[in-house]
């Protein structure tokens, strides 16, 4: 009953799924802890500069520039 011109995979299987690309789950919890607490996360950035096609700061600047910064956004708290 399927189309022949429908592909017959998903979208994710050539994805960031559970395959090959996929983080531990130890991995993935510290990641989502960071965001809940606001911590500055060193290996996203990384990952994310990598993507863009830039180089990353040193992780040393890196947490300096987040401090810095973390005071200078408005807060409605």
Excluded: N, W
């Excluded at 395959?19 to 994310?48: F, K």
Aim: charged share 30%.
């Amino acid at each position: 009953m399927s189309r022949p011109d429908m592909p017959q995979g998903t979208e994710r299987e050539g994805g960031r799924g559970k395959g090959e690309g996929a983080q531990p789950l130890p991995t993935r919890v510290t990641r989502v802890l960071r965001r809940i607490i606001g911590a500055p996360d060193y290996a996203a950035y990384v990952e994310h500069c990598r993507r863009a096609g830039r180089p990353p700061l040193s992780e040393r600047e890196y947490l300096a520039d987040c401090f810095e910064r973390k005071g200078q956004v408005a807060r409605c708290c």
